[in-house]
């Protein structure tokens, strides 16, 4: 199902009176501070991030999952979800594929739709944190941590076969997250569980097409409840550094211990020129893959204040970054989910773009910390919605994406045509 320009339009038409007044205001007020509001325009429609093809359906606890009815039952009908998503925001023009559960069967059919819907595919994920019906040997103890090396090979093996289902979709990266460690104490040997994944990890690279990347994911616990292998960005960055150029670390805001400065990491990660890509979420405890800026969306601007200062250092040597979210939706209708979480990291970083970096390194210099913070808040207490509505009406998008969803009643369609008992693969 595609939505009908047509209808954008004529919702959109309901606001456009309204909106050029506040746009006309907030233009005038952001360029008599000096501001090039043109310039952040075109960066907010610039900016795309990936749609996880495993969130397009309820997720669930182990305690129970609740369907809404309309799930995609194939990758077709998930790529046009993404489609609708993309239609109503402008900025979801891409999908990240997580393979066994999305295996792409028919590529050439496939990429063709994909291609009409204006969808592209960012990183493919590797799982070898679960076992297949189909499968030999069990990562129950690991996989390319296993003490056994016939495992490390079939999990090696794994991450070839993804890399190669990529390359026929035109795929340029692989994200690889290991939930591989320990639940007991004494249960694993550290530093042989750490030199044994770091050696599949340079098999695998070797087998990296040579305009490829290599994400390597980290996460501090779960489904381990003692120790995980590649627990911490360090980590990953020292086993992306011992597999080489083409191998970064990927930052799952969800994959932090309580209270960690995650905007700190991202500056050393682009000071390194390792940084790879994020998934963002949002969390209040732990790994809770909740919408984006939904609990602490202080915390993503500060990452996008680093983002785009990093970004525009000269110094800094970093190749562009994969923005992909990783959510799992128990209550919302995913693709309202989905949209929230987009507008959520539109508008943290078009607040950061309001930042003169100038100005505020002039103030870090002088330890002028009152003043310095007030100039980063200033930006943060902007409304910048208007220019990202303005961003989205300029390339025929939707003004008000959830709004023209729910007033065209798009999930009840979907339940139409989908009927409610299909079941989405995916987390
Ligand atoms: C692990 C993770 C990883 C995915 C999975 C779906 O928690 O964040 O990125 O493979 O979620
Ligand atoms: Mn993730």
């Given at each position: 199902m595609r939505i009908d320009s047509l209808l954008i339009?004529?919702?959109?038409?309901?606001?456009?009176?309204?909106?050029?007044?506040?746009?006309?205001?907030?233009?005038?007020?952001?360029?008599?501070?000096?501001?090039?509001?043109?310039?952040?325009?075109?960066?907010?429609?610039?900016?795309?991030?990936?749609?996880?093809?495993?969130?397009?359906?309820?997720?669930?606890?182990?305690?129970?999952?609740?369907?809404?009815?309309?799930?995609?039952?194939?990758?077709?009908?998930?790529?046009?979800?993404?489609s609708i998503i993309n239609d109503l925001t402008g900025a979801a023009g891409a999908v990240s594929l997580h393979i066994p559960w999305d295996i792409p069967e028919n590529v050439s059919s496939l990429t063709q739709y994909a291609r009409e819907c204006g969808i592209t595919f960012d990183a493919v994920n590797s799982n070898t944190f679960q076992d297949q019906a189909d499968q030999a040997l069990s990562y129950k103890y690991g996989s390319l941590c296993h003490t056994d090396i016939k495992v490390r090979e079939q999990a090696i093996q794994h991450n070839i076969d993804v890399i190669h289902y990529g390359e026929a979709l035109g795929s340029k990266s692989i994200t690889v997250w290991l939930s591989d460690g320990s639940t007991f104490p004494g249960q694993i040997n550290f530093r042989q569980a750490l030199s044994r994944t770091k050696e599949s990890l340079q098999e695998i690279y070797r087998h990296l097409p040579t305009d490829w990347r290599m994400f390597i994911e980290y996460k501090p616990y779960e489904p381990q409840f003692y120790s995980t292998v590649i627990q911490d960005w360090g980590t990953s960055h020292l086993l992306a550094s011992a597999c080489g150029p083409q191998a970064f670390s990927l930052v799952d805001l969800g994959h932090h211990l309580p209270n960690t400065n995650i905007e700190q990491i991202v500056a050393t990660l682009l000071s390194l020129g390792k940084l790879g890509g994020f998934h963002f979420n949002d969390s209040k405890y732990g790994d809770d893959d909740l919408t984006v800026g939904s609990i602490k969306p202080y915390q993503l601007y500060l990452i996008f204040l680093e983002l785009v200062s990093g970004l525009a250092?000269?110094?800094?040597?970093?190749?562009?970054?994969?923005?992909?979210?990783?959510?799992?939706?128990?209550?919302?209708?995913?693709?309202?989910?989905?949209?929230?979480?987009?507008?959520?990291?539109?508008?943290?970083?078009?607040?950061?773009?309001?930042?003169?970096?100038?100005?505020?390194?002039?103030?870090?210099?002088?330890?002028?910390?009152?003043?310095?913070?007030?100039?980063?808040?200033?930006?943060?207490?902007?409304?910048?919605?208007?220019?990202?509505?303005?961003?989205?009406?300029?390339?025929?998008?939707?003004?008000?994406?959830?709004?023209?969803?729910?007033?065209?009643?798009?999930?009840?369609?979907?339940?139409?045509?989908?009927?409610?008992?299909?079941?989405?693969?995916?987390?």
């Open positions: 339009s004529r919702h959109n038409d309901l606001f456009l009176e309204k909106h050029s007044q506040s746009f006309h205001f907030l233009s005038r007020e952001l360029s008599d501070k000096g501001i090039d509001v043109e310039s952040i325009i075109t960066k907010i429609q610039q900016f795309q991030v990936a749609i996880p093809s495993w969130a397009l359906g309820a997720g669930g606890t182990r305690f129970g999952r609740f369907s809404m009815g309309g799930e995609p039952g194939d990758l077709f009908q998930k790529i046009s979800d993404i250092d000269p110094t800094v040597v970093n190749p562009p970054i994969s923005y992909m979210i990783d959510a799992s939706h128990n209550v919302k209708d995913p693709l309202e989910d989905l949209m929230q979480s987009i507008e959520a990291i539109l508008i943290c970083y078009a607040q950061a773009l309001l930042v003169d970096f100038n100005k505020l390194n002039e103030l870090r210099n002088k330890n002028e910390v009152v003043l310095a913070q007030e100039l980063i808040q200033d930006a943060y207490r902007t409304d910048v919605r208007t220019l990202l509505r303005e961003a989205r009406l300029r390339k025929k998008a939707s003004f008000s994406p959830i709004q023209c969803y729910r007033d065209n009643e798009i999930r009840n369609q979907l339940i139409k045509e989908r009927g409610i008992s299909n079941k989405a693969k995916g987390l």
